[in-house]
């Protein structure tokens, strides 16, 4: 009984040493700290069994916090797919909003293609505006200006008032009627349809234009008595004339 004793405690002061010599390599090698030799006896303090349910444990609170992370504002959990058909509404209206906004820029692009269109004819009708004012006032310094009109006004001018009155009332009341080879072709002038009277009130006009002061302020004095308005309005054809003939200047 004694020998078996002995051996035992042999043994274990063997395994001791053991023991003792390998704690003291790790620790010379740098395996093994305070803080290792911690963190050991807690695993070994903890069962296998006890393990696995903390393990277990962990991964339903980590499941849980997924869970808790897919939570709408409300409260209430939201699936993949519910998740899924979100994101697709998202995008439907995304790509909606975009549609909108190419659809809205091509609205203001045909606008402003008509305001151009718009503004390129406005300057085409000024142009031929333009074009067919400077014909008249080029055709009313021809009228001004010819050998044969000069002529026609000193037969006015030798006339007595009374009959050169009625004369250019005449012409005036009945224009181009008296010789139709005289009237305008609006259509090749490039000018508005004009009446016959305004026809004759121009070449009347004329005819006032270049007269004497003195046989056109008798002419205008009957005329006054017999139609005031004749008058005036002849009287401002006269001023306006004026502003005409500066044009031809100018230009």
């Known amino acids: 009984m004694r ?11 063997a395994n001791l040493l053991a ?8 620790v010379g090698s740098n395996r093994l700290n305070a803080e290792r030799m911690h963190e050991l006896r807690v695993r070994l303090a903890e069962t296998v069994p006890d393990e696995v349910a903390r393990k277990q444990a962990e991964e339903a609170a980590r499941l849980a916090e997924e ?51 718009d503004l390129e004819a406005q300057w085409a009708a000024l142009r031929r505006e333009r074009e067919a004012f400077r014909s008249e006032v080029s055709r009313l310094a021809e009228i001004d200006g010819g050998r044969q009109f000069r002529k026609a006004v000193k037969v006015l001018e030798g006339l007595r008032p009374e009959v050169a009155s009625g004369l250019l009332a005449e012409l005036i009341a009945k224009g181009p009627a008296l010789v139709p080879d005289l009237a305008i072709d609006a259509d090749a002038a490039g000018l508005a349809a004009q009446n016959p009277r305004e026809e004759g009130m121009i070449r009347a006009v004329s005819y006032l234009n270049a007269m004497q002061e003195r046989s056109r302020n008798r002419i205008m004095e009957l005329i006054g008595r017999d139609q005031p308005a004749l008058a005036a309005e002849l009287l401002e054809r006269l001023r306006m004339r004026g502003m005409w003939a500066g044009v031809r200047e100018t230009d």
């Open 3 to 13: 020998l078996a004793w002995n051996i035992l405690s042999i043994v274990a002061l």
């Open 19 to 26: 023991v003792a010599a390998l704690v003291a390599w790790l």
């Open 67 to 117: 869970a808790a992370a897919r939570v709408e504002p409300t409260g209430v959990a939201v699936s993949a797919n519910e998740l899924l058909q979100v994101r697709l509404e998202i995008s439907e209206i995304d790509r909606q909003r975009t549609e909108l906004m190419r659809q809205q820029i091509r609205d203001m692009q045909a606008v402003l293609a008509k305001d151009r269109a």
